[in-house]
């Protein structure tokens, strides 16, 4: 079955950088597109990136654009996400997660445990 | 600030039917998917419905999806106390900003 497996949270001072994981098992990792979701402490889901199958498209919510940076390695099925100046608001459970559909995007059909990053002083 | 809106709660006694709606505009849910996630406290979200109306394998038929025009909607019929949780909708967005949205969510409890 499907296995998604976040890793590299912890805690980090505001403006550092911090690079998360997610090991995938279970599927075709490059037939899907990936996402990263996150959630603030009490507070909703929310989207962070996107990553097509073959990382040709990538997209990024505004809250993190030019700060984040989401990547994969086909043959490792690996996902990353890097993140440099961060903030207090980027305090949250980041999720790592995997598109239903192959080749395509519609949603995400399978989440990972989630990996919390903590920025404080 | 998301762009699915939901109400931030609902309630009902077991056996009841709880309906959840998820209010968005043409550019999100009226073009495109709609996927229902149950995140139950401290766990991880688990889809529940996919492409609108479609029930994941292994979801129980008391939960099921509908979706008219930009608005749809997450029914759940003989409510039992373990489908206490949150509830979320989500649609890929076409619009000028974020281009995967969430509802805000709702909280369901069994009284």
New interface residues.
């Given amino acids: 079955q499907v296995q998604l497996v976040e890793s590299g949270g912890g805690v980090v001072q505001p403006g550092g950088s911090l690079r998360l994981s997610c090991a995938a098992s279970g599927f075709t990792f490059g037939h899907h597109a990936m ?1 990263w ?1 996150r959630q603030a402490p009490g507070k ?4 962070a990136a ?1 990553i097509s199958y073959d990382s040709e498209n990538i ?1 990024y ?2 809250s993190v654009k030019g700060r984040f940076t989401i990547s994969r390695d086909n043959s490792k099925n690996t996902l990353y996400l890097q993140m440099n100046s961060l903030t207090i608001d980027d305090t949250a459970i980041y ?1 790592c997660a995997k598109e ?1 559909l192959k080749w395509e ?10 990996t919390l990053v903590t920025v404080s002083s | 600030q ?1 762009v699915l809106t939901q109400p931030p709660s609902a309630s009902g006694t077991p056996g009841q039917r709880v309906t959840i709606s998820c209010s968005g505009s043409s550019s999100n849910i009226g073009s ?2 709609v ?1 229902w ?1 149950q ?1 139950l406290p401290g ?5 529940l419905i ?2 609108d109306n479609q029930r ?1 394998s292994g979801v129980p038929d008391r939960f099921s999806g509908s979706k008219s025009g930009t608005s749809a909607s997450l029914a759940i019929t003989g409510l039992r106390s373990e489908d206490e949780a ?1 509830y ?1 909708c ?3 967005d076409e619009g000028l ?9 709702t909280k369901v409890t069994v009284l």
Avoid: M
């Avoid at chain 1, 995007?105 to 989630?114: H, M």
């Avoid at chain 2, 766990?43 to 889809?47: D, G």
């Fill in positions: 996402y979701v909703g889901l929310e989207w996107v997209f919510a505004d999720y239903d995007t519609a949603g995400p059909d399978s989440w990972g445990q989630g | 998301s495109n998917s996927y996630y995140q766990t991880a979200p688990k889809l996919y492409r994941r949150d979320y989500a649609a890929w900003t974020d281009l995967y949205v969430f509802g805000t969510g």
